[in-house]
């Protein structure tokens, strides 16, 4: 390796300053090798006869990477008729798809009838509503009740999705009910119990908590006469985003650990036999992706700022969540961490702070930084505030670089947006 090439950043066994100058910055750069390693991590340490996995494409829904999931025999989990429109074309079977969210139209609803796929329903509202489509369309449609198990993990706020007072799922004490008028409903096949109890989830004891209430439910199911096919226990399994985390943060096996035992107590007691479902997101595609961004500006002011051009438009996990991603100075990886420096995007909004106070090599404009981690909620949340295009986005596997979505132009700003004649 020469001089120059030791002082870069190596991702996949690949030069990242080459990448950027081959593309262009901002970019989202993604390991092929990683995000296969992370779905066969599952898939191996949950044997496939119990146990289906459903991958949430809000996490990530590049096209490519649900191409990649699919062949590894992924399902998904979906939020919108935009995100199962994407699990088709990746050629994802409707029998491994789950139709979730709170808020789901008529048109949501036909989608979903249509296309065969199972519902989670999540409130009494939309069962009725689900029953009214499935009649018009003259087609049965399975579903799952979202169960609010009311749990409390430990994160951040807005991403506690099982908390009593979250707008998620039926009150637990309703399920039962809500079953029973299911059973009696035309067109509706009660077919499994569904809950997420949040992301980001690094203290799994919650996971054994929810798989506890979920599976005493279940019994309650089974004790009114009714059956079902699975139990969906979410995702969640949280990623180690600072360095010192990456030891110890769970995995797949801690998980399995966790709720395997119970889940399959209460199947020997009851004496049936059912699917588990797990609808990772995170720590399936969190790890796998790098953002390459090129450094415009460094001031020093009251802090040591250094100004780059990714902004929360393109990865909005630090302002939303407080999030924590390693940034390293990608041409310079041989130099000592000297100063201190807060890392700010390119947005106009004082808050647009992709990372506060790390200790970085002497930055100067022209750097290359990468911000790591950044598979899971960065581009799928991205948007065009301030109106800046959309990055590109990259695969890279075993040496070679496939560019997989196209950087947006000024032309895509503008494309939708229509001036009435008047004003002509
Ligand atoms: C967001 C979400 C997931 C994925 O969560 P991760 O923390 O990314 O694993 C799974 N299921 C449902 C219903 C979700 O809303």
Redesign the pocket.
Known sequence: MTEEENKHLLFSGMDVVELAERYGTPLYVTDENTLKANIRNYKNTFSSTITDIYY?V??NGNLALLKLLASEGAGA?V?SAGELELTKLAGIPAEKILF?GNSKSDDDLKEAVESGVRVSVDSVDELRALSAVANELGREVEIAIRVNPDVSPEVHPKIA?GLKESKFGIPFHDVIPVCEEAEKLPNILLAGLHC?IG??ILDITVFGEATEKMMALVGRVYERGMQLKFVDL????GIGYRQAEKATAPTPKDLAEMILPVFEKKMRDLGISLKLVL?????VVGASTILLSRVNAIKRANKNFVAIDAGFNLLIRPVMYDAYHEVVVANKVNEQASELYTVVGNVCESGDIMAKDRMLPKVERGDLVAILDTG?YGFSMSSQYNGRPRCAEVLVCNGKADLIRSRESIEDLIRNQKIPARFI
């Open positions: 949430a809000k996490a989990d939020f979730n999705t997420h992301s980001q979410g995702g969640g399994l609808e990772p997101g995170r720590s899971a």
